[in-house]
């Protein structure tokens, strides 16, 4: 049996980014990818985790907004394609 330990809960929200040759200010992406540690206590559903928000709900990926944990490091799909 294997057995982990948790050292930190990481939580996202959607946040708006500038396009990098943009010309226009209001040309922006947006995101979730970036996350910060959460002092608090959080939820795990089994869909989501608690404060965790998808920034793409139109499109969304088979991990997105979801719970991920890994023993071995994975690659995006668009990691992957380069």
């Not at 809960?9 to 910060?36: C, H, M």
């Amino acid at each position: 049996m294997q057995i982990g330990t948790l050292l930190s809960i990481q939580v996202g929200k959607p946040t708006r980014y500038p396009l990098p040759d943009a010309t226009n200010p209001d040309e922006t992406w947006s995101t979730s990818f970036f996350r910060t540690p959460s002092p608090q206590s959080r939820k795990l559903y089994f869909t989501h985790l608690e404060g965790n928000e998808q920034a793409d709900k139109k499109e969304p990926s088979a991990n997105q907004g979801r719970p991920y944990c890994s023993s071995q490091p994975q690659l995006s799909p668009l990691a992957r394609r380069n």
